[in-house]
């Protein structure tokens, strides 16, 4: 399986991110490249976007809308650059993809997990989703400088 090699900087940015949007998720885009034969995945760039979900929910959802999405792919492209997948966290929850998280996922993109308890940061995992199987697989996550 590709690793996710994630410079420590984008790392504590989605820390940070997660520990301010508590107690809701925060959620964002993750911008980079496939690199080497597709046998890395490294990122380049993270962007923060508004949780779309409804605001009752927010503790326990996130949604990224389709027009942000549309906007993300453009920004990409413009960049040379490819949306690799998305990250939020889970207030108060396991950095491991819920029901939720599997139903509304697809193949290819990486999606990162920071969990937050009370404000602070916790373990931080990543996960692609088997096309045929329907289920996540960890994906390693090599924090670089």
Same mark, same amino acid.
């Given at each position: 399986m590709i690793p996710l090699h994630l410079p420590e900087k984008f790392a504590r940015q989605i820390e940070r991110e997660g520990s301010e949007a508590y107690p809701n998720e925060c959620c964002g885009v993750i911008y980079g490249r496939d690199l080497d034969g597709n046998t890395r995945r490294v990122v380049e760039r993270i962007a923060?976007? @508004?949780? $779309?979900? @409804?605001? $009752?929910? &927010? #503790?326990?959802? #996130?949604?990224?809308?389709p027009k942000q999405l549309m906007q993300a792919e453009k920004q990409a492209a413009a960049e040379g650059r490819m949306v690799l997948g998305f990250y939020h966290s889970h207030p108060d929850h396991p950095a491991r993809p819920s029901e939720t998280d599997r139903m509304h $996922?697809?193949? #290819?993109?990486?999606?990162?997990?920071? $969990?937050?308890? &009370?404000?602070?940061?916790?373990a931080m995992t990543s996960w692609l989703l088997d096309e045929q199987t329907e289920t996540f697989f960890q994906q390693e996550i090599i924090q670089c400088p």
């Amino acid at each position: 399986m590709i690793p996710l090699h994630l410079p420590e900087k984008f790392a504590r940015q989605i820390e940070r991110e997660g520990s301010e949007a508590y107690p809701n998720e925060c959620c964002g885009v993750i911008y980079g490249r496939d690199l080497d034969g597709n046998t890395r995945r490294v990122v380049e760039r993270i962007a923060a976007v @508004d949780n $779309a979900y @409804d605001e $009752a929910e &927010k #503790f326990h959802r #996130f949604s990224i809308s389709p027009k942000q999405l549309m906007q993300a792919e453009k920004q990409a492209a413009a960049e040379g650059r490819m949306v690799l997948g998305f990250y939020h966290s889970h207030p108060d929850h396991p950095a491991r993809p819920s029901e939720t998280d599997r139903m509304h $996922a697809w193949p #290819f993109y990486s999606y990162i997990i920071v $969990a937050i308890a &009370k404000r602070e940061p916790g373990a931080m995992t990543s996960w692609l989703l088997d096309e045929q199987t329907e289920t996540f697989f960890q994906q390693e996550i090599i924090q670089c400088p």
